[in-house]
């Protein structure tokens, strides 16, 4: 059973515009949501978390938004400029665990000149 | 600095060889992570360290073995690996600050098994 999910497998978007990318999950015990940018055959490059006790993070052009009661985060990212074209991952960890993430499938990202 | 390092960032690696993937982290942090990517793919859990102590195996063969030398330092020792096991391994540490989790990633060691 898929406890995070990212449904869009592809967003492609013009550079300037907004960019939102969406992720839902099943677990309510999930304390913690962390956004990634993966480039290929590189390591995930960390850009945003938030908890769930607070409904909006930003950090300079990213912004994530958490509706817990309906389970679902977006990451904002105004404006978007091609270099932010990558895979972006959700993921989320429980408070007291290991730290363990549970990453989402990901979500490829193209953003055109 | 949340700088994670990895070495080598690439092996090749035949059937019966053995080999050791290093990780190096200075921030800090008491929980490491081995993870193992397939292209396409979210990372995959295969170890959890937290405080120089085994916390997790998540069921991960014993041709990978883990080793915690000291807070800073994570090595995976491989030895008589599949070609299956190609993959990126990836090294990760974390902290839990106050209202904040964070979990850093190193760029990786691309590994090919022949």
């Known amino acids: 059973d898929q406890q995070v999910k990212q449904n869009s497998p592809s967003l492609s978007v013009q550079e300037g515009r907004i960019s939102i990318l969406n992720c839902d999950y099943t677990n309510s015990m999930f304390d913690y949501f962390l956004w990634y940018k993966k480039y290929p055959a590189e390591g995930p490059t960390f850009l945003i978390s938030i908890s769930s006790i607070k409904d909006k993070n930003e950090d300079g052009r990213f912004t994530v938004f958490l509706n817990k009661s309906a389970k679902h985060l977006s990451l904002h990212i105004v404006p978007s400029q091609p270099g932010d074209s990558a895979v972006y991952f959700c993921?989320?960890?429980?408070?007291?665990?290991?730290?363990?993430?549970?990453f989402g499938k990901g979500t490829k990202l193209s953003v055109k000149p | 600095d949340t700088e994670v390092t990895q070495t080598p960032k690439h092996l090749v690696m035949g059937m019966t060889n053995k080999k050791s993937l290093k990780c190096e982290q200075h921030m800090g942090h008491r929980a490491m992570y081995w993870y193992k990517q397939k292209a396409k793919k979210p990372p995959e859990l295969m170890f959890v360290?937290?405080?120089?102590?085994?916390?997790i195996n998540e069921s991960v063969p014993s041709r990978f073995s883990p080793e915690c030398p000291n807070s800073s330092l994570l090595n995976l020792h491989l030895h008589a690996l599949q070609p299956e096991d190609s993959a990126l391994y990836l090294c990760?540490?974390?902290?839990?600050?106050?209202?904040?989790?964070?979990?850093?990633f190193g760029p990786g060691t691309r590994l090919t098994v022949t």
């Open positions: 990760a540490t974390s902290a839990w600050r106050g209202s904040f989790y964070e979990q850093y």
């Open positions: 993921a989320a960890v429980r408070g007291g665990s290991q730290g363990n993430l549970i």
């Open positions: 360290y937290s405080y120089e102590k085994l916390s």
